[in-house]
């Protein structure tokens, strides 16, 4: 029997993991493959979920707590997908994780001889390296940039994500920054437009070696660099009128918060949403203070009511967030004579990695 294959993609967050996994689905069943994904976060009622979910693929979500934390809770989600007779797995962790080779990676190879498990690859967003480097001011917090440098320095593949956004220029300048600071192989992709993404899984798919460096993180830098950042997840129902457009209502909710936090100058690491109003979903993105609010999913969806998943990963405290949503929320409900109420609402500040394995040595 073949061996079933594992590809992690990790990257900061924002970099657009969720959009590749959404985009390797379709090609990898394309390619014969019965594909599973896991999902990964620290409490539950998850948008990426819900985007992928939608692939039509078998979805597994680890929650409550990063891959690393919780190895048992991964291995599980992969056995389930083996289970259900998945032959490719793509899992995707948490965007504030690194450390992946030691905690993961290294594990996954001592102890689980029937998997093949892929490159290490690490997909970046063009400003977030820029700002990684020191070669543009960032409200990030320094330590979150360390978390992302120390993730490129682990990766055995680099992908210069969102390259549709760049000129070949551009794309150039980024790479021959990559290649300066990183050992490992870059090339440029669109997870969102597809360029690219072949290339990446030919390579991948035909072997090398994975989790091929252990890279040193300080943990006192690394645990500070997510604690800076306030995580809200919450499952809200919504009220409204046959009329209600929930594309208007959702985009307007994702402006008003992202205001919010650059009057407080706290920057986002990601807003996101998914809203669904029978069986149409309206999806929506805002990914830095200065940043568009991206919409996706269906459009011209109404309907009396919605149900809507919200995550927030902001650099505020929790209780901070927490309030702001609070006050967000009723305030663009009524001004689309939407009743908003908060079923589940989960807002933490994550806690010091502490990983179940973490070898010293590369198997
Ligand atoms: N222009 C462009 N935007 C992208 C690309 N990949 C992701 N994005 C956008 O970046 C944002 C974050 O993407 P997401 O996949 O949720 O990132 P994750 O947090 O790493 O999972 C979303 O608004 C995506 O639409 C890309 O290749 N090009
Ligand atoms: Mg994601």
């Known amino acids: 029997m073949s061996k079933t294959k594992l590809i992690l993609v990790g990257g900061f967050l924002a970099a657009g993991k969720t959009t590749m996994l959404n985009a390797l689905a379709g090609r990898l069943s394309g390619r014969g493959f019965t594909v599973g994904l896991i999902t990964n976060d620290q409490a539950a009622d998850l948008v990426d979920t819900a985007i992928l979910t939608c692939t ?5 979500e680890v929650s409550g ?11 599980k989600a992969v056995e389930s997908l083996i289970d259900a007779g998945c032959d490719l797995i793509v899992a995707e962790p948490v965007g504030s994780c690194t450390d992946l080779s030691a905690t993961i990676l290294q594990p996954v190879k001592d102890m689980f001889a029937d998997l093949d498990l892929a490159p290490l690859t690490v997909l970046v967003d063009p400003v977030r390296l820029k700002e ?23 990766a055995d593949r680099i992908l210069l994500n969102k390259a549709d956004t ?3 220029a551009q794309v150039e300048e980024e790479l021959g920054l990559l ?12 997870a969102l437009q597809g360029d690219g993404v072949d290339a990446w899984l030919d390579e991948i798919l035909s072997g090398g070696s994975a ?12 645990a500070h660099g997510e604690a800076v950042l306030g995580w809200l997840n919450a499952a809200i129902e919504l009220t409204g009128s046959a009329d209600t457009d929930w594309n208007a209502f959702a985009e307007k909710l994702l402006a008003s918060l992202r205001d919010a936090f650059r009057a407080d100058n706290a920057e986002i690491g990601h807003v996101k949403l998914s809203l669904t109003c029978g069986d149409r979903a309206v999806l929506g993105n805002v990914g830095a203070i200065g940043g568009q609010v991206n919409m996706r999913g269906e459009t011209g969806v109404k309907g009396a009511s919605a149900v809507m998943t919200l ?12 309030k702001a949503v609070e006050a967000i929320l009723p305030e663009t409900a ?23 394995y973490r070898y010293q040595t590369v198997i």
């Open 179 to 190: 290649k300066q600071n990183f050992s490992a192989p870059a090339a440029a992709v669109s």
């Open 211 to 222: 989790g091929a460096h252990i890279t040193e993180v300080d943990y006192d830098r690394y």
């Open 166 to 168: 760049l000129t070949a």
């Open 65 to 75: 707590s990063c891959f690393c934390c919780n190895f048992p809770g991964f291995m």
């Open 56 to 60: 039509g693929v078998e979805v597994r």
């Open 132 to 154: 990684a480097l020191e070669l543009v001011p960032s409200l990030t917090h320094p330590d979150a940039l360390y978390i992302v440098k120390r993730q490129l320095e682990e």
């Open 311 to 322: 995550n927030a990963r902001v650099q505020m405290s929790p209780e901070a967030l927490q």
């Open 334 to 356: 009524s001004a689309f004579g939407v009743s908003a109420s908060i079923k589940n609402l989960k807002c933490l500040m994550p806690g010091r990695p502490n990983p179940t």
